[in-house]
Every structure is written in C-alpha cells, then in structure tokens.
C-alpha cells in the first residue's frame, strides 16, 4: 500500500508561481513512478508531469513543459510539482498517483490507467 498526500494549492493570479507538494508514505519501494494529474469539474484527469522514483528521468504534458519543473526527495519521500507563469487555463484539482512498474515505455504513463494509488487532490485557482 501506498499513501500520498497533496498540498500547496491556493488562489493565485496570472503569472504568479507555486509549489506543490505529494507526501508519499508506505511502499515506497514498489513505486516506478510518480506522477501530477490534474482535473477540471466535467473533464477528464489530464497528465501534466512525472518523474521516476528512482532514476529521476522526468517527463512533461506540452502544456506546462518550460513552465512547470517536477522533483522528488528520496530521503524526505516527498515529489514537487513548481509552477510558474501560472495561466486561468491551469486552474484545477491537482493529483498525485503512484504506479508499479509494468515494462512499459514512459508515455504508458501519461495516461489514467496505470496508476494503483491516488491523493485527494488540492486546489489550484489562477485568476486572470
């Protein structure tokens, strides 16, 4: 069982910058990868960023490449999520998810489906 847990989302306005934090507890060991989803009241979870657990190797939706950076602390077992140049278009629900390993290229994980765990979500609110 994995935990995680999100937070660091507020009311923010065009242009500002904000850091999002995952805490993930439990087994950590089995984890490939953890990832941001995010989502809008009506739509679909859409991918935005992931990162491996253990190698690092990040990837990024084309929406948010070169605005938005992904890490992760492997003694604090806590991903971020920093965003700046905040847009209206990135107001959501932001969630972390946590996946095993399934031998896949990395784009299988840009999708929903692979993802055995999930946070609650915090809120991201960009005015204009």
Do not use: H
């Not at 060991?29 to 190698?55: L, M, N």
């Not at 070169?66 to 971020?80: A, L, Q």
């Not at 999708?111 to 005015?127: H, L």
């Amino acid at each position: 069982q994995v935990t995680l847990v999100e937070s660091g989302g507020e009311l923010v306005r065009a242009g500002d910058s904000l850091r999002l934090s995952c805490s993930v507890s439990g087994r950590t060991g089995t984890i490939y990868v953890v990832t941001w989803f995010r989502q809008v009241p009506g739509k679909e979870r859409d991918f935005v960023s992931g990162i491996s657990w253990s190698g690092g190797v990040t990837f990024y939706s084309d929406s948010v490449r070169g605005r938005f950076t992904i890490s992760r602390d492997n003694v604090k077992n806590i991903m971020y999520l920093q965003m700046t140049n905040l847009k209206p278009e990135d107001t959501a629900v932001y969630y972390c998810a946590a996946s095993p390993p399934y031998g896949k290229a990395i784009d299988y994980y840009t999708a929903p489906q692979p993802y055995t765990f999930w946070g609650q979500g915090t809120q991201v609110t960009v005015s204009s």
